[in-house]
Nanobody, 122 residues
């Protein structure tokens, strides 16, 4: 049974940094792409960034230049380095194991982590 477990969330002041991790266990399955989503209170879940294989990454405009997604395939773990955090980055962050189409479309699957809370104070 595939499990995705996020960690690394917390409370940070505006301008601070956090590093999220997403570890996959219970499987030798290697997702062709993985993504980070977030959901702010009262808002829909949105795609923040995704990585294809171990390299090519795509970001939402709101986080470009501040967030970096990476992946350690041998460890079956994905990361999200978040710098210069803003209050609008507050939300629950979820990782997803998925697929991709073309060069810019992420296709999520039903493999989700439980989420980790990120709160950025002003």
């Amino acid at each position: 049974q595939v499990q995705l477990v996020e960690s690394g969330g917390g409370l940070v002041q505006s301008g601070g940094s956090l590093r999220l991790s997403c570890a996959a266990s219970g499987t030798n399955l290697i997702f062709s792409a993985m993504g980070w989503y977030r959901q702010a209170p009262g808002k829909e879940r949105e795609l923040v960034a995704f990585v294809v294989g171990g390299g090519t990454s795509t970001y939402a405009d709101s986080v470009k230049g501040r967030f970096t997604i990476s992946r350690d395939i041998p460890k079956n773990t994905m990361y999200l380095q978040m710098n210069n955090l803003k209050p609008d980055d507050t939300g629950v962050y979820y990782c997803n194991g998925g697929r991709f189409r073309g060069v810019s479309e992420y296709l999520p699957t039903d493999y989700w982590g439980q989420g980790t809370q990120v709160t950025v104070s002003s």
